[in-house]
Nanobody, 122 residues
Framework: VQLVESGGGPVQAGGSLSPSCGTP????????LAWFRQVPGQEREGVAG???????VYADSVKGRFTIPKDNAKNTLHLRMNSLNSEDTAMYYC?????????????????WGQGTQVTVSS
């Protein structure tokens, strides 16, 4: 199953960006989903996750700034990012796994998108 991210790009510090992740055939309603990010030379880290039934979890570094809404009818996952800073610069990936719980552990996910780059400039 292919996941396709879009909507990354350059943004100034303090600004907002909303990448999306979609697939024409993926049954989002029966899967848990997450956004991860990775900086070269570092581990891929979980940013936000949404359980099968809609419960959301966030990394401490993005709580209060990011949200992870999904649209089951359109099979689209979003990442709403506000108050961005330079530490948010990374390649952002969406991921999906069959099951209820959206973990923040990259090893729990077998379906990944190709990534979309977010670059925050000060």
């Amino acid at each position: 199953v292919q996941l396709v991210e879009s909507g990354g790009g350059p943004v100034q510090a303090g600004g907002s960006l909303s990448p999306s992740c979609g697939t024409p055939t993926y049954p989002y309603s029966s899967h848990s989903l997450a956004w991860f990010r990775q900086v070269p030379g570092q581990e891929r880290e979980g940013v936000a996750g949404i359980y099968d039934y809609g419960y959301t979890v966030y990394a401490d570094s993005v709580k209060g700034r990011f949200t992870i809404p999904k649209d089951n009818a359109k099979n689209t996952l979003h990442l709403r990012m506000n108050s961005l800073n330079s530490e948010d610069t990374a390649m952002y990936y969406c991921a999906a796994r069959y099951g209820v719980i959206a973990t923040m552990n990259r090893r729990d996910y077998s379906n990944w998108g190709q990534g979309t780059q977010v670059t925050v400039s000060s």
